[in-house]
């Protein structure tokens, strides 16, 4: 047994670990910081997650452009080629694990590699070492939820739909979240058949549905079939290699891939946290919002925890971690601070699905009432000069706004490029700045741009004497 003392431990290598590392060496250098990581280093959103995937996003939402310019300045569709694009993918990839350990030495942190698990509520150990600490953070990440099902070795988890060499004629995607939604894209878009199979009707459910069954209407147009309301039961392999999924209502069908799209689970069983007195919900480790656990030496941050699962989301939860566990170091007396956020978040099919804030639904569901407590600007198949250009057959917005504040509750767009106008009324929304004061700004946008249109869409909103500058 071999044991060592350090400042900080960091457990796990991710973006939320490598962001939180990056502050603590930046602003005190001298501080002694071990991390405890399984292979490979690097993380989800780069080896699996959000880089890797938009490798794949490109190309199709490239393909399912010119399908919607067709006879329109296109004469025939682009075609796409999946060899190419994995390559590609691979050799942003393939370098990350090596980069990550050379950076973290490179800044005079000690590397681990292996599992961690508590010992006590300051030490961990990880295979013959027995780390002790000040402070611990825990960026543990998620994986992907079991199905727990006959056949489930043939099912691929997102991972493996990242790096399988041989595109297939036909996928079926289990789960009706944001996995499959864009995977099922990637697919249409490389010119594969498609399926997804859901449990309920309600598809990508932390969205506003209006936004959502446009969404589907447009998908379903561009050949993504949908099977709703109905469970996978077990999945047997063919002789002639093809899987068979048999379906909760006694139908079965047949596809060359199966991918499992059901959701991710946060990596916390591992760890022993009852060793170290941390609590947990049935969504990760619970924090406050300085990012300390229930026992105050530990900080946990990113996928691990009970927020969304957003890349961006986990860096702002490892700078606020950062921020406290220096005060905690350098300045013991000194209050803890946290950061006034919101996450914006895009799901990447063509056209893309973006939202921030509350949705209707979630009104709705606290007993709020449409033109009394709170109002709408919204519309469908909108024919703006940007959607007639870009050949854009299907389009939804939903503003939701407060009539006592004027200010913006939730935002919903789906559309080719709606990061934009999303951003925008994100930074009116953490401003504080109310509907007029966010159409003033916005009429001088880059025209036409998709940022200009907003001023469309928070048009209803207006009222003149509120307008005057
Ligand atoms: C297919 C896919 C697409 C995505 N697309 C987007 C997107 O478009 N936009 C977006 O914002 N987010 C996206 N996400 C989510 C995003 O990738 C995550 O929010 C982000 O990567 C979380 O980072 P993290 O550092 O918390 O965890 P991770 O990157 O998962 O890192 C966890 C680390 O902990 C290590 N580890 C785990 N358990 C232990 C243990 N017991 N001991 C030691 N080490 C351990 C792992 O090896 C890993 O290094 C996507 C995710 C997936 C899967």
Redesign the pocket.
């Known amino acids: 047994m071999n044991e060592h003392n350090y400042d900080i431990i960091v ?9 939180f590392i990056g502050d603590i060496v930046a602003y005190a250098g001298d501080l002694r910081i071990a991390v ?19 490798f794949f996003c490109e190309i199709s939402s490239t393909v399912l452009k010119t399908k919607h310019l067709l006879g329109k300045g296109f004469k025939k569709l682009s075609v796409p080629d999946w060899e190419e694009a994995l390559k590609q993918k691979t050799a942003f990839t393939d370098p990350v694990s090596e980069r990550t350990i050379e950076w973290l030495i490179s800044k005079n942190v000690s590397c681990y590699n ?4 508590f010992v006590d509520e300051t030490t961990m150990k ?1 295979g013959e070492d027995v780390l002790s600490a000040e402070y611990i953070v825990l ?6 939820r079991k199905l727990d099902i006959k056949g489930e070795e043939y099912v691929f988890t ?2 493996d ?2 790096e399988h060499k041989n595109f297939g004629r036909s996928y079926v995607f289990i789960g009706g979240g ?2 499959s939604a ?2 099922a894209t990637i697919v249409t878009g490389f010119g594969g058949e498609t399926t997804i199979i859901n449990h309920s009707d309600h598809l990508l459910n932390t969205f506003d549905n209006d936004v959502v069954d446009e969404w589907r209407r447009s998908a379903e147009v561009d050949g993504i079939k949908f099977q709703l309301n109905i469970g996978v039961k077990y999945i047997t392999k063919e002789p002639n290699g093809k899987l068979k999924i048999f379906l909760s209502d006694g139908t079965s069908i047949f596809s060359d891939y199966v991918v499992n799209g059901t959701g ?1 689970i946060p ?2 069983e ?2 022993n946290v009852d060793r170290a007195n941390i609590v947990l919900d049935k969504r990760g480790i619970v924090v406050n919002k300085y990012m300390q656990t229930s026992n105050e030496r530990v900080f946990a ?5 009970n927020t ?7 860096d702002c ?2 700078h606020v971690a950062a921020i406290n566990c220096l005060k905690k170091i350098r300045e013991r007396k000194s209050p803890l601070v946290s950061f006034n956020y919101l996450a914006p ?4 099919t063509y056209p893309q699905i973006a939202m921030v804030g509350k949705t209707e639904q979630s009104l709705i569901n606290k007993g709020l009432r449409l033109g009394i407590d709170y109002e709408v600007s919204s519309g469908k198949d909108v024919r703006w000069a940007n959607d007639l250009r870009e050949g854009s057959r299907f389009s939804s917005f939903k503003i939701i706004m407060s009539p006592d504040s004027r200010k913006i509750l939730g935002a919903h767009i789906f559309s080719p490029e709606p990061s934009g106008c999303i951003n925008s009324i994100k930074t009116a929304m953490l401003a504080g700045r109310t509907v007029e004061e966010l159409w003033r700004e916005t009429v001088l946008s880059p025209y036409p741009t998709r940022e200009s249109d907003l001023t469309y869409m928070l048009n209803p909103f207006l009222q003149e004497e509120k307008l005057k500058y």
């Open positions: 457990v796990g290598s991710g973006t939320a670990a490598q962001t405890i990581t399984e292979s490979p280093a690097g993380g989800v959103c780069a080896l699996e997650g959000c880089n890797a995937k938009k292996g599992g961690a698990r990880v960026a543990t990440g998620a994986r992907p997102s991972k739909f990242l944001f996995v864009e995977f991710r990596n916390v591992e760890l941050i990113g996928d691990c925890i969304m699962q957003l890349a961006r989301l986990a939860e490892a978040a895009i799901v990447f």
